[in-house]
């Protein structure tokens, strides 16, 4: 699966628009862009994921450029219990039974 | 929503001695995961599972590591053995297939302390 690169840390002010980069440069034609993240050691949370349109649910919005190269996870309106460590992780359309490799992540800090 | 349960939350053993964490994933999933993350780490692929058989494993699952799926709904990881380093959150995961559209589900984990 293709390496991300994530900034580790991000703050953001409670109430505003919270957009989280993601860098995946080597990423293939078959490779999906998934987000999930981890509040305070519980287990990884399922968010969003795309293979190269845009995709919006509940939670959040992600933005594919065009060449794939990298994304945005964009939470609307951010909450002090989005605190959290967000994970981009591309994989492989027919999996691969190894599931998610986790990176490091972005720690997202919400200010009230 | 339906969601994978982990039992117990939290779990203390002496070293050396056994432990089973248990799972129990999503009903209509096939594909079952193990995790772990020692404390400050990141999250590590341990194990996968389908068809009552292991597909893939990683280097830290060794032979003190088993996992059994027992019956119809649980799902077992067992350290035979228990080191200090083995101390960390384990979460379990499921996936009802290996096309890329579908997103593992996890559970909460259970925190295993060797003392």
Redesign the interface.
């Given at each position: 699966d293709a390496k991300t690169t994530q900034p580790t840390s991000m703050d953001c002010a409670e109430g505003r628009a919270a957009n989280l980069p993601c860098n995946h440069s080597t990423i293939s034609g078959n490779e999906y862009v998934y987000w999930y993240r981890q509040i305070h050691s519980q287990g990884p949370q399922y968010i969003i994921h795309g293979l190269k349109n845009n995709e919006t649910n509940e939670m959040a919005s992600l933005i594919i450029t065009e060449d794939r190269k990298s994304s945005t996870l964009i939470l609307p309106h951010a909450t002090l219990r989005d605190t959290a460590v967000y994970y981009c992780i591309v994989r492989v359309a027919g999996g691969g039974a190894d599931g998610l490799t986790f990176g490091k992540g972005t720690h997202l800090i919400i200010q009230p | 929503e339906p969601e994978?349960t982990?039992t117990p939350s939290h779990q203390v053993t002496q070293m050396g001695q056994e432990v089973i964490l248990r799972c129990v994933p999503i009903s209509n999933h096939l594909?079952f995961?193990w995790?772990r993350?020692i404390l400050g780490q990141?999250?590590?692929?341990l194990v996968?599972f389908?068809n009552n058989e292991i597909?893939?494993k990683?280097e830290i699952f060794d032979d003190q590591f088993s996992v059994e799926r027992p019956d119809g709904s649980n799902f077992t990881l067992k350290i035979r053995s228990t080191k200090l380093e083995d101390s960390a959150?384990y979460?379990c995961?499921s996936?009802s297939?290996?096309?890329?559209?579908s997103?593992?589900?996890?559970?909460?984990?259970t925190?295993l302390t060797v003392t």
């Open positions: - | 994978v982990q594909y995961y995790y993350q990141k999250v590590e692929f996968s389908y597909s893939e990683s959150m979460f995961a996936i297939n290996r096309l890329g559209n997103p593992l589900h996890f559970g909460n984990g925190r």
